[in-house]
């Protein structure tokens, strides 16, 4: 796989987020996949620190589900739209570091919420594929107090 590839991947599963196609994104996970927003900033244990989201692969199919039958508290639903840049690509032994300044923009009825950062992945092969071991979002604002977000970044 090439650099073009994989930034074509992550730009792929952000588009799946934005178009809520919570299934197809699911599916980018590895077995073993976690999505993470640390709340502080530089935080580098998931285990013993408080984090925004720590979600494995049975978290993230709850609350998708939560998603699809839309909730009591999704009504109006809330949307969102990721604007990226280009991400740095590393080469690992089992695949690929990413890393990948965004923009990211979600809405509900008139209230729009604004959130910078960084998206870290990491990506291993599985069967001729990338699919994702981990990704990380570091928030430019991680520390403040942050309304609820409804989505995933």
């Known amino acids: 796989m090439t650099d073009a590839d994989i930034a074509r991947f992550l730009y792929r599963e952000a588009r799946l987020l934005d178009e809520r196609r919570w ?5 980018l996970f590895s077995e073993d996949g976690l999505y993470w927003v640390p709340l502080a900033r530089g935080q580098t ?4 620190h408080t984090s925004l989201a720590c979600e494995d692969r ?4 709850l609350r998708i589900e939560r998603l699809k039958r ?6 109006p639903p809330s949307f969102c739209q990721h604007v990226l840049q280009v991400p740095e ?6 695949g690929w570091r990413t890393h990948m300044p965004f923009c990211y923009a979600e809405v509900r009825g008139d209230a ?8 870290e992945h990491d990506l291993v092969r599985v069967d001729d594929a990338p699919r994702i ?3 990380r979002i570091n928030l430019l604002n991680c520390d403040a107090a942050l309304p609820s977000i409804q989505l995933f970044i």
């Open 112 to 119: 729009m919420l604004w959130l910078i950062g960084t998206a």
């Open 89 to 94: 690509i590393a080469a690992t032994p089992d």
């Open 70 to 75: 839309g909730p009591p508290s999704q009504q």
């Open 23 to 27: 299934d197809e994104w699911f599916a």
């Open 45 to 48: 244990d998931r285990e013993t």
């Open 58 to 61: 049975l978290l993230l199919r």
């Open 133 to 135: 071991r981990l990704k």
